[in-house]
């Protein structure tokens, strides 16, 4: 799809003419209006005419799916971002638990195993 599109160099009306490459740095709501306007084209020519050639309307398609296909690929990007953004706080919240963990056993420690936990520490320090 994208090949013919370069090949064709295939070019969408959005504030004068964009190429493919141009449509993956717009956002997902100019997309969004971009795909509405070429559906109410398409929809527009898909009444039979002895004028207009079925062929004609090939290019036309190739518009609409190649800018459903970058908004599929926007959308599944940002959910992705937003699910590595939950682990990361999740992993985060994990470690903050395990420290406090970590905390309370050395408090429940008696002072005599302290005191020879820090003498091994200050002995490997040595």
Do not use: C, H
């Not at 009306?13 to 100019?30: H, R, S």
């Not at 084209?41 to 190739?62: D, H, M, V, Y």
């Amino acid at each position: 799809m994208f090949e013919k599109a370069a090949r064709t160099k295939l070019r969408i009306a959005y504030k004068g003419q964009a190429t493919v490459e141009d449509l993956w740095d717009l956002q997902v709501e100019e997309l969004d209006g971009i795909y509405r306007r070429l559906r109410a084209e398409q929809k527009e020519s898909a009444g039979e005419s002895l004028l207009t050639p079925p062929s004609e309307n090939g290019a036309l398609n190739l518009k609409v799916d190649i800018v459903k296909r970058i908004v599929e690929v926007k959308l599944a990007e940002k959910a992705a971002r937003l699910d590595r953004a939950k682990r990361r706080a999740r992993r985060g919240r994990i470690a903050e638990i395990l420290a406090q963990k970590q905390d309370q056993a050395l408090m429940d420690k008696s002072e005599e195993e302290l005191a020879q936990i820090l003498a091994e520490m200050e002995a490997e320090d040595e």
